[in-house]
């Protein structure tokens, strides 16, 4: 999950984006900054957590930006690159570190009345981006500048300038007040929708025998009270192993519930308003739905070209699936005969089941080995060698919350930028697991910096915090998507930044990153008991293995579901739109599970207001990110050429070029579905390998 970019952010709605700069860039010495004397720091976060302070810090950021924009207007005689796209760009720049550093305390922000505030805040960011891509002076004056400069740059104003008319731009008066008023609007609703779900922590009590299952580390961090009750939330380090490895079904049912009613009812209403103002935005700029508008500046162009990709995908994995399902129930109707079909809710816990019989694989088993600390430090490891970078701590910086940490990325002696990590889950925060940019980079003038927002178990003392290998999957993808942000920040325009790149192509460098996990040599490095110091065994590695390659092609089909529910709810008429029905009709069309009554997940859905129809991203990223995987050297993986080619070839680009072409470059061809597919049915070989080496 992440985030999209400035002019995007107007139009595909709210998510972050930010700008955070640091201290000097490259070789220049670095300096601390002085606060500079409109109050225009870069960190929002300094001023504590005073609503106030932030709204300043957010005006002072806008004013700067409406001055940047002033000299564009200003220039009398020739436009040039100089005069007119630098002082554009520094707009953008300043939108985006407004933008971004009041969305990121949205969703971090130490108390309510700073996470209010930062709420209104993020939506006056926007409508300011919103009114600058409506601005047609400026559009004007960067249309005169069109075939100017290098490559890169007539890229960026190309894309730009498309940018502006898929804004509105060039329509009347009247016109461009309706798009602003309905930008705003789904803006806000988008941020309504969110906070709903961030503020709506359910609670389940179990009584202490329904925990049998669960591993001796949860069980310590949950005592019972008096009664002999103990409260599980909807929070993913709470309820996720709970809905994995408790005997007891009624509990994992109630769990299964709690998580996905979440933002239920509430959030019918605010999704409804705020899919019909999508699709009144899409219909006024002459598009028949939000989906036609939504795809028009992606690599995927259209619904019609995504419903015809979509289907290669179902094809692919529709069949694998069924066996899958088949597999799994005909296993469960060993232990329960009566079972005709395997509840949405159990699912999680049959595959679990089912993974220790079939691979003598027990997930709790690798949790010893995955305790957070060295998690963390093994995929800073795993990264600085895979990219040929350097991750230094660094101490004494000031962030939102004590338990952030913070880091120096190099490149040699050069400053690439810094990250920030906000790892364990505190009450307020948001719920998810993102990454988002909180300064873009400008090469020369500011580095770019970004954080995570995750919510993985440990954090509090005594808790070493052990994951599940899931987790460590997913500390991957996002760090992937930090890396990306990082080095491919180095151009000369903040808006070159690599988010701006296509957005359906953002999940691509993220789910590259995740395949490093299948690699023994990598995980040996890093994953090693909390006690005893022991690196994870091979022989358990290797069934760690066999059995994640169990469901690979079910969860293709979950992931194809949410591209439908995603792509029906922006093509279907909003008025009439039932969610139950949508949403349970996508979920039978691709999964085997039982469909359990007052499963509201949609309402939950955030990527509704982030990816809007564009979920199918993360299936058509999962192709290209396979196909990348597949040119490394499985002998040597972070120690051959391919990181740093991958490196200069795919992320360095960061938005100067389009999408597409970064994959090309990298494959020397067009992506195909062969990797994919090998990595899809692995199951079956592997299946095979481990009945005839265990019988
Ligand atoms: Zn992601």
Redesign the pocket.
Known sequence: ??SRAPLATSRNCAWLCSILACLASGAVAAAAPAEPADGAALHAWEGGDDPQSLDRWVHAHLRRADADVARVLAVKGTHTLANTLRPYDDAINELALATNQASVLYGVGGTKELRDKAQALTQQANAASTALSLNQPVYRTLAALAATGDAATRHYLERTLLEYRLAGVDRDEATRAKVKALQDKITELGLAFERAVHDDVRTVVAAKGQLDGLPPDYLAAHPADAEGHVKITTDPPDAWPAEKFAGDAKLRHDLFLAADTVGYPANGETLRALLTARLELAQLLGYPTWADFAMADQMMGSPARLREYLQKIDDASREPAAREAAALLAFAREREPALTQISDADARYWQELYRRAKYNFDSQSVRPYFPYAAIERGVIATASRLFRIDIRPVSGVRTWHPSVTSYDVYDGNVRLGRIYLDMHPREGKDKWFS?QPLTLGVHGRQLPEGTLVCNFPGGTAGDPGLMQYGDVVIFL??FG?LMHHLIGGQNPYAGEAAFNVEGDF??AP?QMLEEFFHDYGVLASFAHHYQSGAALPRELYERMIRADTYGRASGQQRQLMYAAVSLDFHTLPPATLDFDAVYRHNFERFSSDAFVPGDHMWASFTHLNGYSSNYYTYVLDKVIALDFFAQFDPRDLLGGPVGLRYRQAVLAPGATQPAAQLVRDFLGREPNLDAYRRWMLAEFDAASTVSSAAR
Do not use: Q, W
């Open positions: 999950m992440m990454t993808h996002e998507h953002v999940e993220s």
